[in-house]
């Protein structure tokens, strides 16, 4: 009878561990509380990014002389000033940024500023043609187009995901795009832009513990989706992780390409993926 008893209470212990259990998995599944963030908008707002490329090979294309090559960047943002564009209509926060390789730099302003519920970007002004390689006689073909440069083809999707399709230099456009919804929350859904080439939406997917040189931050996972594209063969992953100071981490992983040469001929194939990592940030009081 005594050893009946003991059983039991064996397995009743058992049993309260094993819910205790769950619950505290739960628990640390379940976003922090303090998650109901937006992004913060303040004159003297400052980030500063490690910005990595890299580009892998087929045993095709290195057969032909392709090398996996790898490229990086200092990247710099800070919010210079509070503004109104479009002749004085729509008030703003002016974003500077720059790039810099150690050799070159680029810069611009990009504009945004809190709609209703929205974080809406409402135009961009470039200065300087961009930091590239030099030119080769080797064409990277990526979701149809054709580029004589591999980074090229990460300024192309840089600039069209942010705005016009068509971008020129020392213009400014408007070209308004839903960058944000608030309140960030999960499986949370909208449209961040509808026009030509593509149409992008984004989604709120998880609520993720990230570690940079900055600091460590509970961030949301916000994805990047982009159905019914007129691009050919486009695809990829492109996410960021948000917190409630600014943007973490940006990734986009495995888009796929082809390298052909001078002649068209195809030469192999090629992946190249992104990531923007924070290393130091700076908040205005």
């Not at 509808?194 to 570690?211: A, G, M, N």
Request: proline share 4%.
């Amino acid at each position: 009878m005594k050893k009946q008893v003991n059983v039991k209470v064996r397995s009743i212990l058992l049993s309260v561990l094993t819910i205790a259990l769950l619950l505290s998995c739960t628990r640390d599944d379940d976003p922090p509380n303090d998650m109901d963030f937006r992004f913060p908008l303040k004159v003297g707002n400052s980030w500063k990014y490690d910005y990595f490329v890299s580009f892998d090979y087929d045993s095709i294309a290195e057969s032909n002389g392709y090398t996996d090559r790898a490229y990086y960047y200092l990247q710099t943002l800070d919010i210079i000033s509070y503004e109104k564009m479009f002749q004085d209509s729509i008030p703003v926060y002016n974003f500077y940024t720059t790039e810099d390789d150690g050799e070159q730099q680029f810069s611009g302003n990009h504009y945004y500023n809190v709609s209703g519920d929205s974080l809406i970007q409402f135009g961009y002004y470039h200065a300087g043609a961009g930091i590239s390689p030099k030119l080769s006689k080797k064409n990277y073909i990526f979701a149809g187009k054709i580029f004589q440069n591999p980074i090229d083809i990460v300024r192309w999707i840089s600039q069209d995901f942010s705005n016009s399709s068509n971008a020129k230099e020392d213009s400014t456009y408007y070209d308004p795009v839903t960058v944000y919804k608030y309140p960030f929350e999960q499986e949370k859904e909208w449209v961040y832009r509808q026009s030509y080439p593509w149409r992008i939406t984004k989604k709120v997917t998880d609520s993720e513990k990230v570690v940079t040189q900055a600091g460590e931050f509970n961030c949301w996972k916000v994805e990047w989706f982009y159905p019914d594209s007129l691009i050919e063969d486009f695809s990829f992953s492109f996410f960021d992780h948000i917190s409630e100071i600014g943007l973490v981490k940006r990734t986009w992983e495995e888009a796929p390409g082809t390298v052909v040469d001078e002649y068209g001929n195809t030469m192999g194939t090629f992946t190249f993926k992104t990531e923007q990592t924070l290393i130091e940030y700076g908040l205005a009081d």
